[in-house]
Structures are given as C-alpha cells and as structure tokens.
C-alpha cells in the first residue's frame, strides 16, 4: 500500500468516527471467511458496515476526534462495526458475539463517549431508532384515539337510548 493509499484510507476511517453512531471494536481472529460475511450480512441487515482496517491508521484517524481515546482499544486483529443509528451496530456485534465466541467485543465509541465491554452491552440493549420512533407515534396516536372515541361516544350513548325507548314503546 503506496502513501496516497494510506491517506484515503485514513480519510475513509476518519469519516466513519465522524459520522457514526457508534463504533464497536472487537478482535476476529480465527474467524472464517463464511463467519466473516456473515457478521458483514448482519450488520448490512441492521443498517451498518464492517470494516478491516490497519490499527496503525486508525489511530491517525482518530487523532483529533473526541473518541480518541478508543485507540486504546486498537491493539491484534482488530475489526471495527459502525453505524449511524447509535444501536444498530451494537447489537448486531452483541448478537454474533452469542453465536461465535472467537469474535470478542473489546469496547467501542459512542460520539465522544468511549465505551468498554459493558458499555457496547448497555448500548445494545437500548430500543432502537426505528423502536424509539414507533413508541413515540403511538404515544402522539393515542390522545386522538381517545377524543375520537369521546367525540363518537354521546353519539352512540344518545343512539342506544332511543333504541331502549323504542323497545319499551313497542312492549307498552
């Protein structure tokens, strides 16, 4: 890899620390090229991307982002998931964690917050973005269900009770 190689690749992976989510750091070493895209099918199904990149240039790139303290964590075969729902990524590693245990989550960032192991843990059980969203449509929802059926309901109050008068009529 020639030097102009080296800076793009320094660029890409300081765009990806700028622009996630969330970042999650994790040794791979002895995985599959089967497992390998797998983790990369699942983190594409979530939303996110996988990236391989030397941990030499990923410290350059981190330089002077607030993460960078997450350097720390570049140390082996490192493999780096990202995304920019601050969720997505987290879980995905934390679900093929379970599945393989030859991929191990060493830590990560989320925005200038530089998470540990239990941190990419705490950030995988949280509700993601899409979840968030839903929960908040059906709290904005239901107030207008409700004066929908309290607008509907003198209405069908007033009709039930002259079909009672009807029936005592009839029966009179």
């Given at each position: ?9 320094v660029?890409e ?70 995304s ?61 269900s ?7 309901a ?17 029966a009179?």
């Amino acid at each position: 890899m020639d030097r102009a190689q080296k800076e793009k690749v320094v660029e890409e992976l300081g765009q990806i620390f700028e622009s996630s989510g969330v970042v999650v750091v994790a040794h791979y070493a002895g995985l599959t090229v089967a497992e390998m895209q797998d983790l990369r099918a699942r983190m594409r199904d979530a939303g996110g991307s996988v990236r391989v990149a030397k941990n030499r240039l990923a410290k350059i790139a981190l330089k002077g982002h607030p993460a960078e303290a997450m350097g720390d964590l570049l140390t082996g075969m490192t493999v780096l998931s990202y995304s920019e729902d601050p969720v997505a990524a987290a879980k995905a590693s934390e679900d093929f964690a379970k599945g393989n245990e030859k991929f191990q989550i060493l830590g990560g960032a989320m925005g200038d917050t530089v998470l540990d192991r239990n941190g990419v843990k705490t950030v995988s059980q949280m509700p993601s973005r899409e979840e968030l969203i839903a929960s908040i449509v059906g709290c904005i929802g239901a107030p207008a269900s409700n004066i929908a059926g309290a607008i509907g309901a003198p209405a069908s109050n007033i009709a039930s009770i002259l079909s009672t008068i009807e029936e005592r009529g009839e029966a009179a």
